[in-house]
Nanobody, 128 residues
Framework: QVQLQESGGGLVQTGDSLTLSCAAS????????MGWFRQAPGKELEFVAA????????EYAAAVTGRFIISRDNGQNTVSLQMSNLNPEDSALYYC?????????????????????WGQGTQVTVSS
């Protein structure tokens, strides 16, 4: 079992950068693909980014491609989401999630139903 705790959210201005972190507890972190999702008020949960078990493959939603970068450190049991050039449409509660599996392709981990464990979320608010 894996427990996830996000951090790093906050209030920023349009164009700013922010890095979210997710710390995982439990063993075998490297056997999980990791993903970030977000949910804005009144909207459905939305895929943001995913990486495979060793970080050698990643996948991004079209809305964040070129602005967000997902990375992981299996030695530290952490996954991060570097966000740049933020805009108000990026405002949401951001969730970190873990999916059991060591498939190479991160494309397999774009669906929320694929994930087994979720964090509590960290709020990101971008002011215009």
């Amino acid at each position: 079992q894996v427990q996830l705790q996000e951090s790093g959210g906050g209030l920023v201005q349009t164009g700013d950068s922010l890095t979210l972190s997710c710390a995982a507890s439990g063993r075998a972190f490297s056997s999980y693909a990791m993903g970030w999702f977000r949910q804005a008020p009144g909207k459905e949960l939305e895929f943001v980014a995913a990486c495979n078990w060793n970080g050698n493959d990643d996948e991004y939603a079209a809305a964040v491609t070129g602005r967000f970068i997902i990375s992981r450190d299996n030695g530290q049991n952490t996954v991060s989401l570097q966000m740049s050039n933020l805009n108000p449409e990026d405002s949401a509660l951001y969730y970190c999630a873990a999916a059991e599996g060591i498939y190479y392709s991160a494309h397999l981990y774009t669906g929320a139903g694929r994930y087994d464990y979720w964090g509590q979320g960290t709020q990101v608010t971008v002011s215009s």
